[in-house]
């Protein structure tokens, strides 16, 4: 009786120190998890900027204050394309050990990567041209620094943070994800001091809704150009510097990491936008006040909610300049060497991508009128980017194991002839005088 009551106590001690381990084991597990994720997270967040840029500000301020909170709908959808499209192109990158354009060159035949190559270098440039008008007006806003200086310091913050690539790409990550917060905090403060409805901006966000036919416009506008062409070819690029000397099972990982990294990075860009929107229709729709620029957003603040907003506005506007400017830059080197294998010093590919931005600012042409003429070259440059990256993904001969399900091809072509319809529209209502 004796030896079955200590056989008893040895077991329940056993029991008790493997309870220990195994949580002890959990608690290990967790951490490595986490530190883990830390690790990878990044390069989604430098492709979020690309979804904060000056022309969101645009295309947003107009919308809430037209249409009051009617179209947030339209962000969250679009929301929802850009993860797919983000993470597709993070697969490619993670399952091929190359980006989107080095891919293209393997795949297609040398006349197609010669168009590819010269409609990607010119969204790059358009994409930087547009920033950089972002981070000008933003100088110009908050300090009233004349256009000509602000586009020079622009251009000097813009060259100092992709010149930190050479000490790695995590400490460009980290620069830029700082902007992103910057913005983050604004637009934060923003909805504080506006004070929104927010049981009718729930409403909005779920309930799809379209006033009259001036908001099918702005609602095309908001969603058909929310996806970038350039931050799809460099998607595929930034997911590299983690992707060295993996096994596939590395890489399985790696894409789950990333993933989160492009939910997390995807939704804060969410979280912005749509803080755009209710701000400017908590401020603007709600005391009549129709909103067609930045600069006019920027002057009417001040008398609405203070002069602290209107400073708060610039200041989001200038990081959001710097990020995307930067991020098109990046961009724009990515794409220059990848396609036809021209090799090119790192700084000239900088300044090529950077020169025509400044020379529009320094010549004097119309910030709006460079805007507006970028935009509808993104528009007919993103094609080019989406359709390649789908037609590789869905070949298993290059993807292997991560190759496209049916159900993803699927998803993946409507989004593709949505997007692209939607952008065929705006350039035909740009072309034809109608917006």
């Known amino acids: ?46 492709v979020s900027v690309a979804y904060v840029d000056p022309g969101n500000f645009a295309t ?50 040398k006349k197609i ?38 586009g020079l310091l622009t251009g000097v913050v813009t060259f100092f943070i992709i010149y930190m690539q050479k000490y790695g790409q995590r400490i460009v990550e980290i620069i830029i994800t700082v902007f992103v917060a910057i913005i983050c905090i604004c637009y934060t403060t923003e ?32 969603l058909g150009a929310t996806v970038m062409p350039h931050v799809i070819y460099l998607h595929s690029q930034l997911v590299q510097s983690r992707n060295k000397g993996m096994t596939l099972a590395d890489k399985i990982s790696h894409l789950r990491m990333e993933r989160i990294d492009i939910t997390l990075a995807m939704n804060i860009a969410f979280i912005v936008n749509a803080s755009m929107v209710i701000v400017s229709a908590t401020v603007f729709f709600s005391k009549g006040i129709t909103v067609d620029s930045i600069e006019q957003a920027h002057q009417s603040l001040s008398p609405l909610l203070g002069s602290l907003s209107s400073s708060i506005f610039a200041i989001a506007l200038l990081a959001s300049g710097f990020s995307s400017s930067a991020v098109g830059a990046m961009a724009g080197e990515t794409v220059m060497d990848g396609f036809i294998n021209i090799k090119i010093p790192t700084n000239i590919k900088r300044i090529i991508t950077m020169a025509p931005a400044m020379i529009i600012i320094g010549v004097g042409i119309n910030p709006m009128k460079a805007l507006v003429i970028s935009q509808v070259f993104l528009s ?3 094609p080019f980017a989406i359709i390649p990256m789908m037609i590789i993904t869905s070949k298993k001969d290059i993807m292997g194991i991560f190759v496209n399900k049916l159900l993803t091809k699927v998803i993946g072509w409507i989004i593709t002839i ?10 035909f209502l740009t072309f034809s005088g109608k917006v």
Request: charged letters at 10%; a positive charge; proline letters at 3%.
């Open 113 to 150: 990567n010669w168009l590819l190559w010269v409609v990607a270098e010119l969204a790059a440039i358009a994409t930087t041209i547009a920033e950089f008008l972002g981070g000008t007006l933003g100088f110009y806003l908050l300090f009233g620094i004349p256009l000509i200086y602000a």
């Open 60 to 109: 947003n301020i107009s919308s809430g204050s037209i249409f009051n909170y009617n179209l947030i709908w339209v962000i969250l959808w679009s929301n929802l394309m850009a993860i797919f499209l983000q993470t597709m192109s993070a697969k490619l990158g993670i399952a091929t050990d190359a980006n989107l354009s080095e891919v293209c060159s393997r795949v297609f035949s």
């Open 418 to 427: 949505v997007i692209i319809s939607l952008n065929i529209f705006l350039l």
């Open 380 to 382: 007919f440059a993103l």
């Open 191 to 222: 909805i504080f001091l506006a004070k929104p409805d927010w049981v009718q901006v729930g409403y909005h966000t779920l309930v799809p809704s379209i006033p009259n036919s001036e908001a099918v416009l702005i609602a095309v506008g908001m």
């Open 1 to 46: 009786m004796q030896i079955n009551k200590n056989l008893k106590k040895v077991y329940v001690s056993s029991t008790n120190s493997n309870i220990v381990e195994l949580e002890s084991h959990r608690l290990i597990s967790k951490r490595k998890s986490i530190g883990q994720l830390f690790k990878f997270l990044g390069p989604a967040f430098v």
